[in-house]
């Protein structure tokens, strides 16, 4: 079959979308241990003192909503984009253009999709939380907040069960 004809394309589809899960795998398990390894860590320095010091100081027990996002300041995020970058670029060089195509832009989406959840978490009126399983992951998250020795992950939770730090929400209102 001709790469780029109709027939290829729907050919690769399965293999295509096992890129596109497998990368958002990728991401969300690399946020989930970055965020314990250096997020929460002494030793991390710069971003031990940007994490602890402003977003756990600006949401914490009484206060985990605002009305504007405070995260402004302390974001470790582009920190990430750089190793992301150069590792997704390195795979440039070895993986089919397609498939190539498809992680790039799910990488994206993935990456994307981290910093928003993070980021409405805490917005109050956002429009997802008509959703039980944002809510719910709201919860999961807010617990993080208030014990900061679980719930690192930020979209998928599973990863805090294979990493033994999975924590329920307490009974009390949050
Ligand atoms: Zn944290
Ligand atoms: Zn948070």
């Given at each position: 079959m001709m790469p780029g004809s109709a027939?290829?394309?729907?050919?690769?589809v399965p293999l295509l979308a096992l890129t596109a899960v497998g990368t958002h795998l990728v991401m969300s398990g690399s946020q989930t241990?970055?965020?314990?390894?250096?997020?929460?860590?002494?030793?991390?320095?710069?971003?031990?003192?940007?994490?602890?010091?402003f977003h756990h100081v600006y949401y914490a027990r009484?206060?985990?909503?605002?009305?504007?996002y405070r995260g402004e300041e302390g974001n470790n995020t582009p920190f990430?984009?750089?190793p992301t970058l150069l590792a997704g670029g390195g795979l440039f060089f070895v993986l089919p253009g397609a498939v190539f195509l498809v992680m790039a832009l799910a990488g994206a989406a993935s990456f994307y999709g981290h910093v928003y959840f993070d980021k409405v978490?805490?917005?109050?009126?956002?429009?997802?939380?008509?959703?039980?399983?944002?809510?719910?992951?709201?919860?999961?998250?807010f617990v993080?907040?208030?014990?900061?020795?679980?719930?690192?992950?930020?979209?998928?939770f599973f990863w805090d069960r294979l990493l033994g730090t999975y924590r329920e929400p307490d009974e009390e209102a949050l």
């Open positions: 027939g290829w394309f729907l050919s690769e241990l970055l965020h314990r390894w250096l997020g929460h860590r002494r030793w991390s320095g710069r971003f031990y003192r940007n994490h602890v010091n009484g206060h985990l909503i605002s009305t504007v990430f984009l750089i978490y805490h917005v109050a009126g956002s429009p997802l939380e008509r959703f039980a399983w944002f809510r719910r992951k709201q919860q999961l998250h993080h907040h208030l014990h900061a020795n679980s719930n690192f992950a930020v979209i998928d």
